[in-house]
């Protein structure tokens, strides 16, 4: 089991940048595949971006593809999240998500852990 804690939200205006973090407890980080995924007031929660266990595979959705940058570093049991040129359509709060496995998964139901979420405000 693993367990995740989510930190580096805030309120930033329209075109800063924020970075996330989330810390995975455990000495197994390394064999879960990691996501971000957010949640606007009453959307659904949405899928963001993926990396495998290895970090050999990276997915984002397409909403914030050039502007998002999925990292992590197994050895610090840290998960990234470098979010650049926001816009108030960015505004959610930010989930980090792990899986048991190496392949990279977009949708929520294929992840087991969660953290708490971090809420990212992009004021206009």
């Known amino acids: 089991q693993v367990q995740l804690v989510e930190s580096g939200g805030g309120l930033v205006q329209a075109g800063g940048s924020l970075r996330l973090s989330c810390a995975a407890s455990?000495?197994?980080?390394?064999?879960?595949?990691m996501a971000w995924f957010r949640q606007a007031p009453g959307k659904e929660r949405e899928f963001v971006a993926t990396i495998s266990s290895t970090g050999g595979s990276i997915y984002y959705a397409d909403s914030v593809k050039g502007r998002f940058t999925i990292s992590r570093d197994n050895a610090k049991n840290t998960l990234y999240l470098q979010m650049n040129s926001l816009s108030p359509e960015d505004t959610a709060v930010y989930y980090c998500?792990?899986?048991?496995?190496?392949?990279?998964?977009?949708?929520?139901?294929?992840?087991?852990?969660w953290g708490q979420g971090t809420q990212v405000t992009v004021s206009s």
């Open positions: 455990g000495r197994t980080f390394s064999m879960y595949t």
């Open positions: 998500a792990a899986r048991r496995g190496a392949r990279a998964e977009v949708k929520a139901r294929d992840y087991d852990y």
